[in-house]
């Protein structure tokens, strides 16, 4: 198992999840071959990884002349190209938002094992994709840590869960009123308690957004109904999910926030290896766990998401293009904290979800959601 | 799977474990056949299990002018040939002490499955057992709180554990002191803060022999070494034990304290069945799980019992069967609680192992460890 080299390719290489995948890639020397390496904006970064790794394909979205990456050898091909390239076995897909969609479908359609942290593509477009793995045989590996763990205790049981619990940390703003939430910057937001993530997905995690979005992520990825899913905030963040099976019996995944964790998990499995670089739980630094329900009341990105959840179709597409165009605007001090919800709600509320969308149906509820948010919000990006 | 009905004896049917046995097949209608069921004294209780369950089989211990069982049509074996009988697919070890090991090794023989409760047969002959299991191919299902979470969380993962982590309740003296463990009565010990078991394994409870005991069966159930196998205290008893894998990942298993869980599951594996009777985890309720180290200072048998497994050979005999006498002696009010560790260290110490044991071996060392006990307390029992 573990002396076949894999081919890989990293879809978001430069931002954190990429960053982290190629930290576990250097700790397991021999075990993989890297083919393939896209970047947004950060061509710095992504030179320096090009020189380290030798990928076959680049991709990179900003034009920069100080970088002659068109010297590299590389193939410069689009993400889709890359994610369906016959050489490549494995995609992970660490983008940011929307844009992993469509390279997750190509990865999806082309059969390829398909590591997945950037939940938008699920949560958009979750009956499409599963529905195309399934012709395709590809196999779609969590990264985010709830549903690694999810994945982890679903390991050789033979039924589906009675029931999932997504475990929460509460985000940087747990026990927050209303009223103080309305003064929080985005740089207090971007500080969470116990992981280090992107700016999107940690501004999300402020707003309870992200679970939210990993409620409907966990539906499609473990085809279980809305209403068997569950958060509970478990504010030291060694809890990473649990599962409820019929008898009763609970399992949970445990270890400390890294998210290096899951990303190796999805690339070894099912093989575990000993890394020496990943931080062991130290349970005598352990004294106590504590939960405690989420706050719905203060935190209403929570129940607008699994009301768009209940509701299905491009009811999700629009929750989630909403929600990126607030969160922008939010980090931009263009709106408030509390602006944020109060957006995505009045955007789901105009909206009539199609259901069984196509990927044509997705896209445009996604256009007419981002453009509809800045209207409301009178502003641009 | 769920289909063919499941022929059970049940050894020790009386007793806690037994009792909560025939609760889970009644619970559990048209899954299970009793065809062998068997007690020691309490003649009442079976003569009511009998009429209820008609079964083919059964053995009694005592004899009682009152009970006619002869007249039950039953046909009456020994414990032994019960647990090899053609017709009987699993046999349930819910025997206590030293009982049940021959029955044990007759059902592991005979290649049944083997359900066992009853840790002293694997303390005792580990090494035998699982031996003549691999021979027989005979599948040893763990009943025990501890081990069934063990065996759940080991579900699907092609590698061994790294590392066990048994949970322990602490006992009704957890945070006692050795001077106030001095005056503690038999009573007081049966009391036990979260579980409802038979009275040995109640008292080893409040001693942690039961959880060295615990840390010698998993060490053979799970094939890991005993400095791999460690104890934490976790006084909810809510996490009912953990496993740590190559990647540093843990899994856990989790529910309410109650015997008839593992039960279920040794008797329907793979299968997870719904149970109304079971009591349901309720998040809502749980507020805080807390953890602590072992005392084993004021709570020596653990030390003892860890000390027993590394010299191994005949050593967990003589601890079982010292164990075993001297619990019956406090039982009796004959040595203190204090001085039950005190005797079953003499007797260690005075015990020259022998690797590698024989069955012979192990009776030999199980007698002279029960002579010896009584001896040095100057009782007989």
């Excluded at 002349?65 to 590389?74: E, P, Q």
């Amino acid at each position: 198992m573990g002396n076949s080299v894999k081919n890989l390719a990293i879809l978001g290489a430069t931002g954190s999840i990429g960053r982290q995948t190629l930290q576990v890639i250097r700790s397991l020397p021999g075990r993989f071959r890297i083919m393939g390496l896209t970047a947004g904006q950060n061509l710095d970064l992504l030179a320096k990884q090009i020189a380290e790794f030798q990928p076959k394909f680049i991709y990179y979205q900003s034009v920069n002349k100080h970088h002659k990456l068109t010297d590299t050898g590389c193939e410069f091909l689009s993400l889709e190209e890359i994610a369906s390239q016959p050489e490549v076995d494995t995609v992970v897909i660490a983008t940011s938002g929307k844009a992993g969609l469509l390279a997750t479908l190509a990865a999806v359609r082309a059969g390829k094992n398909v590591a997945i942290a950037n939940k938008e593509p699920l949560v958009m477009a979750g009956e499409i994709i599963t529905r195309e793995a399934k012709v395709s045989g590809a196999r779609i590996l969590p990264i985010d840590s709830e549903h690694s763990a999810v994945w982890q205790c679903l390991n050789g049981e033979p039924q589906p869960p009675a029931r999932i619990i997504l475990t929460a940390s509460g985000g940087p703003f747990r026990g927050y009123s209303t009223q103080e939430l309305n003064n929080v910057t985005a740089s207090q937001a971007l500080k969470h308690p116990s992981w280090q993530m992107g700016k999107k997905v940690t501004i999300d995690s402020a707003t309870l957004m992200n679970k939210g979005l990993e409620i409907i992520e966990a539906h499609w990825l473990f085809n279980v109904p809305i209403d068997k899913i569950s958060v509970i905030i478990h504010p030291q963040s060694i809890i990473h999910s649990m599962v409820e099976f019929a008898d009763g019996s609970f399992k949970a995944q445990l270890s400390y926030p890294d998210m290096r964790l899951p990303i190796q998990y999805a690339l070894t499995y099912p093989e575990r290896v000993p890394n020496p670089e990943l931080p062991k739980l130290e349970w005598s630094k352990i004294k106590t766990f504590t939960f405690e329900p989420p706050d719905f009341t203060t935190f209403p990105c929570l129940k607008l998401a699994i009301k768009a959840a209940k509701t299905g179709g491009t009811g999700p597409t629009v929750l989630c293009a909403a929600d990126e165009v607030a969160v922008e605007l939010f980090m931009k001090d263009a709106i408030k904290f509390t602006e944020l919800a109060c957006l995505v709600k009045q955007v789901l509320q105009e909206h009539k979800p199609i259901p069984n969308p196509t990927l044509e149906d997705i896209m445009q509820a996604d256009n007419w959601a981002r453009e509809y948010t800045l209207k409301l919000a009178g502003k641009k990006i």
